[in-house]
């Protein structure tokens, strides 16, 4: 299959048959239509203040007629495995902006600015059912839980952001990445405005969408910066835009689609094995090097128990860049493990300090952390990675540490990402393949309910992220069974020690108290 010649075909033949029940692409993409070929740029970035709706890029082009002769190919691997090659800027451009208005929206986890910040951000981290997943029994403490941990957690968090600098960079990285997509997009005759909507603090989701219908815009294309999908990333940002379009009439009738994943993209590989390739020249003996991929952590039962495809991906996107690392004739070892658990459930295995340690105990003398699962600098490479790991690592006998610098806005990842919009146009509003078998680079769903449903295989309806209770012998249900108990057992202490009555006290358990 190739990308550009199938987006094509599947173009002409749901303009040939309309259906009044599906939303379709427009129908004026004639051999003569128009193209913004961009001449000038004008920028009007939103205030960083927190009054801003959101970030905004906008641009003002000419118009000049192009025809459509000349389609080329873009070669498109459909196998497990395959790194997915893209030559987007060779589809003619006007065959996919026609006439609507395009925009790009970013969606992204959001950081706290100030140190004021982190106490509302955390409450908002934990108030998501993505992150913390309670019975729907207790749904109603999802909130109080969410204030008492934020609470708890906000002085030793403000520690590690105060050790950077007092904020995350991520908003100023993120609006740096969405200027320069645009500016990507723009060079390859396709105009855009690009917007940011973080799921936990400023811009929110809401505020993008906001100006979103402002400046009118036609078709959308929805694009997580994050590599690999996961429920309680991707999945998240994309449940809350699912809601957010449910409600609103303007919303349903915009066209859209979702590039969910984007982890086997040539452009993506090769830009972190140039980062890789650089950063090992830094060291001594770099062909001894342990290249140590360090993943952000999700519970073990979103994978087991919710059918999260993450750890799956990840597996896979650390092999393609070590493959595209061999083909260049580096044969380091390597080793992936995950970071930044948090609470007492059973996370993904192996941890970034327990294997450390493991490491430091086999006698590895030099590591290279490679933060696979970010494209943005924030606190969990900038204090967890680069102050805490790297000080565990010294103690644990690693002589030397470096760290491969988080994507920001590396050429090749930029223009890469800028050809997955393009090759996403043609699907904007049309129904197409909903499920992942052949991995492509785009999986062009209709809608987001759809994307979740096929990744996110145990949840049959929505808003509740995913079947948290199950009956039978099952895992879930012995997990959520045993919880119950011990509340039970708990409620019961509790009567017993205020009222003075009970079981124990009639039993000589517990004395009376008078």
């Given at each position: 299959m190739q990308n550009s010649t199938a987006a094509l075909a599947l173009l002409d033949q749901i303009n040939a048959q309309p259906d009044p029940q599906t939303k379709l692409?427009?129908?004026?993409?004639?051999?003569?239509?128009?193209?913004?070929?961009?001449?000038?740029?004008?920028?009007?970035?939103?205030?960083?203040?927190?009054?801003?709706?959101?970030?905004?890029?906008?641009?003002?082009?000419?118009?000049?007629?192009?025809?459509?002769?000349?389609?080329?190919?873009?070669?498109?691997?459909?196998?497990?495995?395959?790194v997915l090659t893209s030559n987007a800027n060779e589809v003619?451009?006007?065959?996919?902006?026609?006439?609507?208005?395009?925009?790009?929206?970013?969606?992204?986890?959001?950081?706290?600015?100030t140190l004021d910040d982190v106490q509302p951000f955390l409450f908002n981290l934990f108030a998501d059912p993505d992150i913390i997943r309670l019975p729907r029994l207790f749904r109603f403490l999802q909130k109080p839980l969410a204030q008492f941990i934020s609470i708890a957690r906000a002085p030793k968090s403000k520690e590690g952001y105060a050790s950077i600098g007092g904020g995350s960079p991520l908003r100023q990285i993120t609006d740096a990445q969405a200027e320069e997509l645009r500016k990507a997009l723009c060079s390859k005759n396709v105009p855009a405005n690009v917007y940011v909507g973080m799921r936990y603090w400023h811009p929110f989701t809401e505020e993008a969408i906001a100006q979103i219908k402002i400046d009118g815009i036609t078709k959308l294309v929805v694009l997580p910066l994050y590599p690999q999908f996961s429920i309680s990333t991707s999945g998240s940002s994309l449940r809350l835009?699912?809601?957010?379009?449910?409600?609103?009439?303007?919303?349903?009738?915009?066209?859209?689609?979702?590039?969910?994943?984007?982890?086997?993209?040539?452009?993506?590989?090769?830009?972190?094995?140039?980062?890789?390739?650089?950063?090992?020249?830094?060291?001594?003996?770099?062909?001894?090097?342990m290249i140590f991929f360090s993943a952000h952590g999700?519970?073990?039962?979103?994978?087991?128990?919710?059918?999260?495809?993450?750890?799956?991906?990840?597996?896979?996107?650390?092999?393609?860049?070590?493959?595209?690392?061999?083909?260049?004739?580096?044969?380091?070892?390597?080793?992936?493990?995950?970071?930044?658990?948090?609470?007492?459930?059973?996370?993904?295995?192996p941890y970034t300090d327990d294997t450390i340690i493991e490491l430091g105990q086999k006698g590895v003398k030099s590591i290279l952390a490679v933060p696979?699962?970010?494209?943005?600098?924030?606190?969990e490479t900038l204090e967890e990675i680069d102050v805490e790991y790297k000080e565990l690592a010294l103690k644990s006998g690693i002589q030397e540490w470096g760290r491969v610098p988080a994507l920001g806005c590396e050429p090749t990842f930029i223009s890469d990402l800028a050809d997955a919009v393009i090759e996403s146009l043609p699907y904007v509003g049309a129904m197409a393949v909903s499920n992942l078998e052949a991995r492509q680079s785009l999986v062009p769903l209709g809608s987001v309910e759809e994307l979740l449903a096929a990744y996110d295989s145990q949840r049959m309806e929505l808003p509740p992220p995913v079947t948290v209770w199950e009956w039978g012998w099952t895992k879930s249900a012995e997990t959520w069974n045993?919880?119950?108990?011990?509340?039970?057992?708990?409620?019961?202490?509790?009567?017993?020690?205020?009222?003075?009555?009970g079981f124990l006290h009639q039993w000589g358990v517990l004395p009376l108290f008078r």
């Open positions: 692409l427009p129908t004026s993409l004639s051999a003569t239509s128009k193209v913004h070929h961009c001449s000038r740029v004008q920028i009007e970035a939103g205030s960083l203040s927190r009054s801003s709706p959101a970030t905004k890029y906008t641009l003002a082009c000419s118009e000049k007629q192009f025809g459509l002769q000349g389609r080329s190919k873009s070669k498109c691997a459909l196998t497990m495995g395959a003619a451009p006007n065959s996919l902006v026609g006439e609507g208005k395009i925009g790009v929206l970013l969606l992204n986890l959001g950081g706290p600015e835009l699912e809601s957010i379009f449910r409600d609103d009439e303007y919303l349903v009738n915009m066209q859209h689609t979702v590039i969910p994943s984007w982890y086997q993209r040539e452009g993506y590989v090769t830009a972190m094995a140039n980062l890789i390739e650089k950063e090992l020249l830094k060291f001594g003996r770099s062909e001894e090097v999700v519970p073990l039962a979103y994978v087991e128990e919710a059918g999260d495809p993450y750890k799956a991906e990840m597996e896979e996107c650390v092999d393609l860049i070590m493959e595209e690392l061999e083909k260049r004739n580096i044969k380091n070892p390597y080793t992936l493990a995950y970071q930044s658990r948090v609470g007492p459930v059973e996370w993904l295995k696979i699962s970010f494209v943005s600098e924030h606190i045993g919880r119950a108990a011990m509340l039970a057992v708990f409620v019961l202490l509790v009567l017993e020690v205020t009222t003075g009555e």
